[in-house]
């Protein structure tokens, strides 16, 4: 697990913890295809919706504690 930094377009940087990197590789690419959002749930079943179009760029970050996973989908 991993933690991934995403910088938006709005100079915004948005970190998302316990993430499986291939899982999210994979939905980035399917969103950015579709051109529909990615959907983040947290652990405690909270959803954020990322326009795929509005990140810059974003990057592994490695995670030492191995916690409740971040769900990409």
Do not use: Y
């Amino acid at each position: 697990m991993s933690i991934i930094n995403i910088k938006l377009i709005e100079d915004q940087v948005l970190a998302i913890r316990h993430v499986d990197v291939d899982e999210w590789r994979r939905a980035f690419k399917n969103a950015l295809n579709a051109s529909r959002p990615i959907d983040v749930r947290d652990p405690d079943g909270r959803t954020l919706a990322i326009n795929p179009h509005q990140i810059l760029f974003w990057e592994e970050v490695p995670e030492e504690q191995d916690d409740r996973p971040a769900q990409v989908a």
